[in-house]
């Protein structure tokens, strides 16, 4: 069984950077298409970024698009994601996910239901 941890969350300045980072415990996230979520105070869970077991594809919300970069470091077993400019709005909880199974390595996944392994979530909190 898979177990997702996210790390790499924290407060930080408007302006500032972060990076997160999902590893997997049990098998390898280098093994499944992994997408980055996150989640607002009182808002649903959307998705910012996903990409590709061989990371030659990927995909980010239009929202996302500029500040965001999803990678992965297969050798390493680590998933990414980097947020520049950060801003208040970007405050919220973290969420890497994976897809088990067997699929193509070229592919990513854009709908929250076609995850079925969610990490536990890692804070972002942005202060103006």
């Known amino acids: 069984q898979v177990q997702l941890v996210e790390s790499g969350g924290g407060l930080v300045q408007a302006g500032g950077s972060l990076r997160l980072s999902c590893a997997a415990s049990?098998?390898?996230?280098?093994?499944?298409?992994t997408g980055w979520f996150r989640q607002a105070p009182g808002k649903e869970r959307e998705l910012i970024a996903a990409?590709?077991?061989?990371?030659?594809?990927?995909y980010y919300a239009a929202s996302a698009k500029g500040r965001f970069t999803i990678s992965r470091d297969n050798a390493k077993m680590t998933v990414y994601l980097q947020i520049d400019s950060l801003s208040p709005e970007d405050t919220a909880v973290y969420y890497c996910?994976?897809?088990?199974?067997?699929?193509?390595?070229?592919?990513?996944?854009?709908?929250?239901?076609?995850?079925?392994?969610w990490g536990q979530g890692t804070q972002v909190t942005v202060s103006s």
């Open positions: 049990g098998r390898t996230v280098s093994r499944y298409a």
């Open positions: 990409i590709s077991v061989n990371g030659g594809t990927t």
């Open positions: 996910a994976v897809r088990t199974g067997s699929y193509s390595g070229s592919v990513y996944f854009i709908q929250s239901e076609q995850y079925n392994t």
